[in-house]
């Protein structure tokens, strides 16, 4: 089994930054995905960012509503990964979950708990 434990999250003024993290436990398989997605409410969860290993090419993919104020990166020697978000902006404002998938691309999915950033204007 595998579980994920995210930390990080807070109140923050718009403009200001953010970073997240998210620890991998368990069985993790070389080839995997980690990212982040984020649900605000009454709208559907959606992908913020993922990083794959180094074994699946270590690839990095970001939403457009976020490209050049988040990245992404991993610790795989902690299967870890961060998301630093800067210049954040209320409609930031999200429960964000990490995501693994475990032995791209033909495994398991998992979450974590999910925690709250919250974005004032």
């Known amino acids: 089994q595998v579980q994920l434990v995210e930390s990080g999250g807070g109140l923050v003024q718009a403009g200001g930054s953010l970073r997240l993290s998210c620890a991998a436990s368990g069985s993790i398989f070389s080839r995997n995905v980690m990212g982040w997605y984020r649900q605000a409410p009454g709208k559907q969860r959606e992908l913020v960012a993922h990083i794959f290993s180094i074994f699946s090419g270590g690839s990095t993919n970001y939403a457009e509503n976020v490209k050049g104020r988040f990245t992404v990166s991993r610790d795989n020697a902690k299967n870890t990964i961060y998301l630093q978000m800067n210049s954040l902006k209320p409609e930031d404002t999200a429960v964000y979950y990490c995501?693994?998938?475990?032995?791209?691309?033909?495994?398991?999915?998992?979450w974590g708990q999910g925690t709250q950033v919250t974005v004032s204007s």
């Open positions: 995501n693994l998938v475990n032995n791209w691309p033909t495994g398991s999915n998992y």
